[in-house]
């Protein structure tokens, strides 16, 4: 059930989110499919929404071979919406191998509760880059 303190709301999103980015970013992209749920959707910047969690660990795969080695995030705002819905809102910056930035923008997340464990549910992206695909 998602309720609790909003300062116990604040500090059970930015665990499960450092858990995931911290994951994303050791390149583990197999222990990220059980970090979305088996019916979430990742609405990348400039691609078509991906579907599954399986579909979303192979558009990770597709990134990170395009050049993307890890990222930074920052969560701005979080809070509950509803019983088993959480949402998070916050920046990010890409970088390559080398330490470039090749992407900056905001995101959402809807991280949904299930077995006492956040799982990521609805992921948009946006770059702040009208010209980025990534």
Partial sequence: MASGSESDIGDKISKA?????????SNNLD???SMYTSDATLMPHGYESV???????EFYRSLKR??????KVSMVE?????????????????YTKEG???DVGKYVTIWK?????????IDIANSNSRNSSN
């Fill in 17 to 25: 989110s450092k858990k995931f980015h911290d994951t994303l970013n």
């Fill in 31 to 33: 222990e990220i499919k």
């Fill in 51 to 57: 579907i599954g969690n399986e579909a979303i660990t």
């Fill in 66 to 71: 395009e050049g993307a080695t890890h990222g």
């Fill in 78 to 94: 979080w809070g509950a919406i509803g019983h088993d819905l959480l949402f998070e809102r916050g920046t990010f910056t890409v």
């Fill in 100 to 102: 470039v930035p090749i």
């Fill in 113 to 121: 509760e299930i077995d006492q464990e956040l799982k990521a549910y």
